[in-house]
């Protein structure tokens, strides 16, 4: 499985040759878009790389499957939307059949393993997200943040000290606490999955 | 790396807001339409901290008057809308072409016509930009492709108008107008900020239009002790209606020459590996990136291909236009209409030069590979 560091495989010079597309999907009032912006903030304010959020507005961004694209670059970033996907998060089944095609071949897939039952390769990293912010947290409602860690600790692409201070610059006064340790456990639980 | 200064993840509309705060406007009037609201609600939240006014009018039609009225009382004024609003705004911004007003309009393109696809891109006011109220002016419009350019632009169009007295638009587009980009906000005195010349005559000299070497004349305030007529009839230099033949033609003279004497100023222009291409792909918004990116791919696969993104579309460059073409024997335009600005492209190219047009009116982005696709089809 390919990591943000690990990516060899483009060739061209050009300056956004290490260009990272990221989808965070699921359906709506998971948190989804503003999971995408604080990663987006945590990349570009905290790693000072080059980042741009993306997301559908319309019939698409209410009900069904919701999302919001990240892509990220040392260099200039041309195109703003995602056209390969290096990560996708999936935090729905319907999420995942729809944005799974939009992968590149050796794409981080990252789901909710008690929400997505059926995945479509044996190549993915699954943790309980809904599950995890219910149970460990006491609110479901951090399950995007609890994400948020398992994207730092698995793909690298944002440094821990980044997405944190992202996290608590956007956490509504009196839940800094939960997020945290929201975040915290979402790193824990995916260190234990990630591959070698 | 940490990036210095004041860095900033913004949409598109909010990077305009903050560089029409840049710019010190003072007042906004408007009437909130998607893709634009975002512009509305962050000058309701910024102005009032800054002592400057927002309204929200009962309609377009209100807003644009507004506007026309607050810059006449000497503040930078500026409003927002998408397509229908644009189209509403059109006979008040006659009204400002004549009676020499400045102020800025950002129109954040969404489909059309009518009221069209409020959440789907297009860039298909390119046309109406240049030609959409009545009579004989010359339109300065401007383009940005990112929210770092919003902002400068914005600045830009602040600047233009009131150096030039002439509205200014600013066109965007759905997607950069709600996309979030990183950004370092420029810091005071980063970028130039001009304001309007103000009389230096003694107040019975004063002429509102006066036909100076320069073809701009400086603008008195409301209240500020000048005596002068505004009109929307063709009128002579203090501002009466005329229908003398010479000062007829003065009046037009003076609002093109105004503007197309400093065409080297106004006109701004980015090329990517132009210096060897014999395929150029010129396009400008959203657009322009994909282009950025397919030239890029294009390179990849050795084709010599370049990009042109005219940030000023109107009034268009041709000269410098024709030199960046140098010797391109294709050239396609890229836009997201059924083919406006490519008309323009055609009329201006050099004559050796074959011009292609590229279109996608679905409401979805150009892509990457569709421009691709049609650099290996041409070539």
């Known amino acids: 499985m390919k990591t943000a560091t690990a990516k060899t495989n483009k060739k061209d010079k050009s300056p956004d040759a290490d260009r990272y597309e990221i989808r965070l999907s699921g359906s709506g009032g998971q948190g989804l878009i503003l999971a995408g912006v604080i990663l987006a903030e945590g990349v570009g304010i905290g790693d000072g790389k080059n980042v741009v959020q993306t997301q559908s507005y319309g019939p698409e961004a209410r009900g069904g499957a919701s999302r919001a694209d990240v892509v990220i670059s040392e260099g200039e970033i041309y195109y703003p939307k995602t056209m390969k996907l290096d990560m996708l ?11 799974y095609p939009d992968m590149q071949e050796n794409g981080t897939l990252i789901v909710d393993s008690t929400l997505v039952t059926q995945v479509p390769t044996k190549k993915y990293y699954g943790l309980p997200f809904t599950r995890l912010a219910r149970e460990e947290i006491g609110i479901v409602m951090v399950a995007n943040v609890i994400a948020l860690g398992a994207i730092a600790e698995l793909t690298g692409i944002v440094s821990k000290d980044a997405i944190r201070d992202a996290v608590l610059a956007r956490a509504p006064r009196g839940t800094e606490e939960k997020n945290k340790r929201a975040l915290e456990l979402g790193m824990s639980e995916a260190r234990k999955i990630k591959r070698k | 790396m940490t990036r210095k200064g004041n860095v900033k993840l913004l949409q598109g509309n909010e990077a305009c807001v903050e560089g029409a705060l840049y710019a010190g406007a003072q007042f906004f009037a408007g009437y909130p339409i998607t893709p634009s609201t975002e512009i509305a609600e962050g000058m309701s939240r910024l102005m009032p ?8 009018m009962e309609d377009e039609i209100g807003s644009i008057a507004a506007v026309i009225g607050a810059s006449n009382a000497g503040c930078k004024s500026m409003t927002a809308t998408s397509g229908p609003g644009f189209s509403l705004m059109q006979e008040n911004i006659g009204y400002a072409y004549m009676t020499e007003t400045p102020c800025v309009i950002i129109n954040v393109q969404r489909g059309g016509p009518s009221t069209g696809l409020p959440t789907k891109i297009a860039q298909s006011d390119i046309m109406q930009a240049r030609w959409g109220t009545h009579g004989d002016y010359t339109a300065v419009t401007l383009a940005p492709s990112s ?16 150096r030039f007295r002439t509205p200014v638009t600013v066109f965007t587009d759905e997607v950069l107008g709600h996309m979030r980009e990183i950004m370092t906000v420029p810091e005071e005195g980063e970028l130039p900020v001009f304001d309007r010349i103000k009389p230096d005559v ?57 503007i197309e004497r400093y065409l080297d100023e106004i006109a701004s222009f980015r090329t990517e590996m132009m210096d060897d291409a014999h395929v150029a792909v010129i396009s400008y918004g ?12 294009a390179r990849d696969r050795r084709i010599k291909v370049g990009a042109i993104q005219p940030f000023t579309i109107w009034p268009l460059h041709e000269v410098k236009l024709r030199e960046m073409l140098g010797n391109c024997r294709k050239v396609i335009v890229a836009e997201l209409n059924m083919g406006q600005l490519v008309h323009e492209i055609r009329r201006v190219a050099p004559r050796h030069t074959e011009v292609f047009a590229l279109n996608r009116y679905d409401g979805e982005v150009m892509t990457p590979h569709q421009i691709l696709d049609k650099i290996r089809e041409v070539l």
């Not at chain 1, 998060?89 to 944005?99: M, N, R, S, V």
């Not at chain 2, 901290?49 to 929200?56: D, L, S």
């Not at chain 2, 509102?208 to 230099?237: C, K, W």
């Not at chain 2, 959203?286 to 791919?297: E, F, I, K, L």
């Open chain 2, 49 to 56: 901290q800054i002592g400057g006014k927002f309204i929200q």
């Open chain 2, 286 to 297: 959203t657009v322009a990136r994909a282009s950025y990116q397919a030239v890029r791919m």
């Open chain 1, 89 to 99: 998060l999936a935090l729905t089944q319907e999420a995942c059949d729809k944005y």
């Open chain 2, 147 to 162: 929210a770092r350019e919003c902002f400068s632009e914005t600045v830009r169009a602040f600047n233009l108008s009131e």
């Open chain 2, 202 to 258: 003694p107040h019975e000299w004063y002429r509102h239009f006066e036909i100076t070497p320069s073809f701009v004349s400086p603008m008195a305030s409301f209240g500020e002790g000048y005596r002068y007529n505004v009109s929307g009839l063709t009128h002579d230099q203090d501002g009466f209606p005329t229908a003398v033949p010479s000062e007829i033609k003065d009046k037009l003279d003076k609002l093109r020459l105004k």
